[in-house]
């Protein structure tokens, strides 16, 4: 049986920094860049997991 998502959810969680810089503003994805203690270390994008940098290097 198909689960049943609402479409207008979206899982921020797993998209890495450069793509949520492509998405529309939301509440969800700001959360991702607040009290970051990770840096990409090929863009510089600071975030609060390492999940969403493609090359994460601790704060």
Do not use: R, W
Request: charged share 25%; net charge negative; with cysteine.
């Amino acid at each position: 049986m198909a689960e049943n998502k609402n479409p207008s959810t979206k899982d921020y969680s797993e998209m890495t920094a450069c793509q949520l810089k492509n998405e529309d503003p939301s509440p969800e994805a700001d959360k991702i860049f607040k009290k970051p203690q990770f840096v990409c270390g090929l863009c510089g994008s600071k975030t609060h997991s390492a999940a969403n940098l493609c090359n994460p290097e601790a704060l």
